[in-house]
């Protein structure tokens, strides 16, 4: 699944109509059922994260059933659940994952209801028109700190978006990494991943000026950003008519490679010495975008001033000091949904083992 859900903003630009804003306070209720979700067309399978909410502390949602329409219809319903963390780790303290699976288009109406004996929560949404890719293309780069002289090396992907017609329209954007590695001796498909990049947009203004000064676009683990690579939100107001060309980083290049270099066993040369085997590979890489057209109050809520650190904390909802989007009656929380086309842009085919990655660092002119 292409989705990774984020906690509640604390403070919304001025949203739709469907959105409301609360003024939690102590004179509130001392417990409401929390639902969020991020539904993407791109997607058959989607997460919905459940949970109690109070004045200070959240409460795991494990008794719960939830249903998913589409335009009226029942398409999906479960009361099975998984926590959000491992029951290692507290679970109790976290939400629950319910999984339903359905899909939807462009101006279909998803309905998301959860409910017991106690509660009764749900959002309803409306799938909003999908976005235009122009051409899409990558390059690879180095740089050279200027003070200490350490070298990075980077992959650049660029990433035409189209004007979808009058008005305004919000738009996100994500890459991915993907990878399928094939055992040369057997055939094997060894790994088949898809990952999230982390983006560096520093130097891409129609993102990087979408954050308040205090964020640091630079680093997602900084204690100022909220996993900030993952929600870059933007409009076509400066290419009305048009078209406009990101330009998004991945300094990680060692992401690219693979996972699996070794086997599992080895054998015992004539010396007596154990040895470990050497598996030989090869590589298909390529960079999957997600473009997304969403909603005014999806893009307003990313772009908040008010962005929490951690994925969980803003959570709790009932701070008086605050006011909290919400567009889910009988509860609180947000229900987003994301019209997305994915576009593949190849990289290469590479043969490496363990010892021999010199193919892959052709890629960057070595």
């Known amino acids: ?57 959240i409460e795991y949602a494990g008794d719960l059933t939830v249903s998913i329409y589409v335009n009226g219809d029942l398409r999906d319903e479960t009361s099975d659940c998984r926590p959000y963390y491992d029951k290692t780790s507290d679970y109790l303290k976290y939400p629950a994952l319910y999984d339903l699976r359905v899909t939807f288009s462009p101006g279909d109406r998803v309905r998301i209801v959860a409910r017991n004996e106690e509660f009764l929560a749900e959002a309803e949404v409306e799938v909003p028109p999908g976005p235009s890719f122009g051409r899409t293309g990558y ?48 055939g094997d498909v060894v790994e088949n991943a898809l990952d999230r990049l982390e983006l560096d947009v520093s130097g891409e203004p129609l993102l990087s000026a979408s954050f308040p000064s205090s964020f640091d676009v630079l680093s997602s683990s900084s204690g100022n950003s909220f996993d900030n690579y993952k929600y870059w939100a933007f409009t076509d107001n400066s290419f009305t008519g048009g078209s406009y060309t990101l330009s998004l980083r991945n300094y990680d290049v060692w992401s690219i490679l693979p996972r699996h270099t070794m086997s599992s066993t080895g054998y015992v ?69 994301f019209s997305s086309e994915l576009r593949e842009i190849e990289i290469g085919t590479f043969h490496y083992d363990m010892y021999n990655y010199h193919q892959i660092e052709e890629i960057f002119g070595d």
């Open 1 to 57: 699944m292409r989705k990774l859900y984020s906690s509640l903003a604390a403070l919304l630009l001025i949203l739709t109509s469907c959105v409301d804003d609360l003024y939690p306070g102590t004179s509130g209720p001392e417990k409401l059922l929390g639902m969020d979700a991020d539904l993407y067309t791109t997607d058959t399978l989607h997460e919905v994260m459940l949970y109690y909410s109070g004045y200070d502390s």
């Open 139 to 186: 390059s690879a780069g180095k740089e050279v700190d200027p003070v200490t002289s350490a070298e990075s090396r980077y992959l650049e992907y660029k990433v035409e978006v189209m004007d979808s017609g009058e008005g305004t329209d919000y738009y996100t954007v994500d890459v991915f990494n993907k990878k399928i590695c094939i055992q040369d001796d057997n």
């Open 269 to 337: 040369d004539e010396n007596g010495h154990y040895v470990v085997k050497c598996l030989e590979y090869t590589m298909r890489l390529s960079a999957e975008v997600r473009l997304s057209r969403v909603s005014r109050a999806v893009y307003s809520r990313y772009l908040a001033q008010s962005f929490e650190n951690s994925a969980l904390s803003s959570l709790v909802l009932f701070d008086s000091t605050h006011e909290y989007p919400s567009n889910v009656k009988g509860g609180i929380g947000m229900v987003n949904v």
